[in-house]
């Protein structure tokens, strides 16, 4: 299934959960009354349902705010929420009470010194690499000896 046909079915269960029957002409009186732009056409939101085209990000919140769901959910699923979820408390758990006021003392300096942090930072790590990439290939024999 490609993106536009998931989203398809997304927002025709998300109309349905609502109460909504997932016709075109259902969902074009509802967006409309709630949209502030310029309205959309029969067509438009026919190519939502359909799976043929995903509206832009100012008629995804509005569907979103319309059908009760967050617009990433809409957009996207609750599989990609619950994996950027999973991200976030990896990361969390992996960093600590140092790590953190070193990232935020790291954001507060200005471009340049970030930079540069960022370039000493880089050296060390890959000169750790190189440390642990050689301590693998075992001891260096030497000539002679």
Do not use: C
Not at 21 to 37: D, I, M, Q, S
Not at 42 to 59: C, H, M, N, T
Not at 91 to 102: A, M, S
Not at 107 to 116: D, E, N, S, T, V
């Amino acid at each position: 299934m490609n993106d536009k046909l998931e989203f398809a079915q997304r927002l025709r269960d998300a109309m349905v959960a609502v109460g909504l029957e997932p016709r075109p002409g259902v969902l074009l009186n509802h967006f409309n009354a709630h949209y502030w732009g310029r309205s959309v056409s029969f067509q438009a939101v026919s190519r939502w349902l359909r799976g043929e085209a995903i509206p832009e990000q100012d008629k995804l919140v509005t569907l979103a705010q319309l059908l009760k769901t967050e617009p990433d959910v809409l957009r996207f699923g609750e599989a990609v929420r619950h994996a950027v979820r999973e991200q976030r408390a990896r990361w969390d758990e992996g960093v600590g009470y140092l790590e953190r006021e070193t990232f935020e003392a790291f954001m507060g300096l200005p471009p340049a010194q970030r930079k540069l942090i960022r370039e000493v930072i880089l050296t060390f790590a890959k000169a750790q690499e190189q440390d642990q990439e050689g301590q693998a290939a075992g001891p260096v024999k030497r000539k002679g000896a």
